[in-house]
């Protein structure tokens, strides 16, 4: 059994943000026995080596089995999020379930044991999807579209394309995809995602 001090213990270890995400990503995952995934912007996060800052660490993974762990750690149930002040932690358990295709989530291996991310293709078009369907503000579009641009820019040659198009079109943003491949960087963060369809 995983203890609150080992944890901080690991935290301090190696305080780059990302590696920190990892790191308590496998733990959390070794101590709940839970397939734990990290998304969202807590994944670009580590894909863009910090390039980009979460300021939570958002997890998908066995609710209950998460929860047991996150309050025996000393989190406090903040409603979504569970918070850790003396870690500077917050954890996001957005869903139970992976909604990505499991076999393309990435495993790194970290010293706390693996861990496994959303699929970069995955979080791009769920964030262009974001940007073009959710009806938030215009700068929380903006904000969407350029992650998606930053995991481009770092990771766009390793990418599955045909993968990437087919998830494009079932999220109705080939569109914005077709944009976002074609434009370079400078351009790009100062366009406006379209919304609606």
Request: aromatic residues 6%; contains cysteine; proline residues 5%.
């Amino acid at each position: 059994m995983t203890s609150a001090d080992e944890v901080a213990k690991a935290l301090r270890e190696d305080p780059r943000p990302a590696d920190r995400i990892l790191n308590f990503g496998a733990l959390l995952a070794r101590e709940s026995g839970s397939e734990v995934v990290i998304v969202g912007g807590s994944a670009i996060e580590v894909y863009t080596e910090g390039g980009y800052h979460s300021g939570d660490i958002d997890l998908r993974g066995d609710k209950p089995a998460v929860h047991r762990v996150l309050a025996r750690w000393g989190f406090r149930d903040q409603g979504r999020l569970w918070t850790h002040d003396d870690w500077k932690l917050a954890v996001d358990l957005v869903g139970d379930r992976y909604s990505g295709d499991p076999y393309r989530a990435t495993q790194v291996e970290t010293p706390c044991g693996p861990m496994r991310l959303a699929a970069v293709e995955e979080l791009l078009v769920k964030r262009l999807a974001r940007a073009k369907h959710w009806p938030g503000p215009p700068e929380v579009a903006r904000d969407d579209v350029r992650q998606a641009g930053m995991l481009w820019e770092t990771l766009g040659k390793t990418l599955d394309r045909d993968y990437l198009g087919q998830r494009a079109r079932r999220y109705d943003v080939a569109d914005l995809l077709a944009d976002l491949v074609g434009k370079p960087e400078s351009r790009r963060e100062g366009g406006r995602a379209r919304r609606g369809s």
